[in-house]
């Protein structure tokens, strides 16, 4: 099945306890990106990738890391997560940069206490 | 950079209503996409409409890229069709729109 897969489901974590959040593709498609949702402030793009090694910001990039070594994966990563990171995220990709077969992951909801 | 903005913000039908959701973006852009964020907060998607009408079952929509809008129509909707309807537009950069949030009453 074409999916596109997160870990964890949910995390509690403490401040300035590094984490990391897998997302990974089983459709090779060359486009990435996360996206963090939050009530009043709607869905906005963290980080994007157009391919293996090639990673830009997005609105909001602050406090998070992304790496592209492989196609299939993008995980984000926060070195020193603060509460104002608690927030529920999604991992997405699709085909080339048309947006053709977009497909979200489950979401990954984050509390930082 | 590019603003999606969507209206109405709420809207309450009871099951067997037509609706029509619109998504106005402030540039030309090459990619348009319609997803449906139902009760449980999963993102699907709908339609990949950079231009032009599609379809599928009760649902369709139109782009007309020129003039800078989408529509997006539900047509004799049910309880299911709750949720968070929202356009996600952009050039690598994606912008979600603001959503519209819709609540089928049966």
């Known amino acids: 099945e074409a999916q596109v897969t997160q870990n964890p489901r949910y995390l509690i974590t403490v401040t300035g306890k590094k984490l990391t959040v897998t997302c990974s593709q089983n459709m090779n498609h060359e486009y990435m990106s996360w996206y963090r949702q939050d009530p009043g402030l709607g869905l906005r793009q963290i980080y994007y990738?157009?391919?293996?090694?090639?990673?830009d910001k997005g609105d909001v990039p602050e406090g998070y890391k992304v790496s592209r070594k492989e196609k299939r994966n993008f995980p984000l990563i926060l070195e020193s997560p603060s509460p104002n990171q608690t927030s529920l995220y999604f991992c997405?990709?699709?085909?080339?940069?048309?947006?053709?077969?977009?497909?979200f992951g489950s979401g990954t909801r984050l509390t930082v206490v | 950079g590019i603003q999606v903005e969507q209206s109405p913000p709420d809207l309450i039908l009871q099951e067997g209503a037509n609706s029509t959701l619109r998504c106005n973006f402030s540039?030309?852009?090459?990619?348009l996409q319609w997803f449906h964020q139902n009760p449980w907060g999963q993102l699907i998607n709908l339609f990949y409409i950079p231009s032009g009408t599609k379809q599928n079952g009760r649902l369709s929509a139109t782009t007309v890229a020129t003039e800078r809008y989408s529509l997006l129509y539900i047509s004799s909707s049910q309880t299911t069709d709750s949720g968070v309807y929202f356009c996600?537009?952009?050039?690598?950069?994606?912008?979600f729109g603001t959503g519209t949030r819709l609540k089928v009453l049966a």
């Open positions: 996600l537009s952009g050039t690598y950069k994606y912008i």
């Open positions: 997405a990709s699709s085909l080339g940069t048309g947006m053709s077969g977009y497909t």
């Open positions: 540039d030309s852009v090459n990619n």
């Open positions: 990738s157009m391919n293996v090694e090639v990673t």
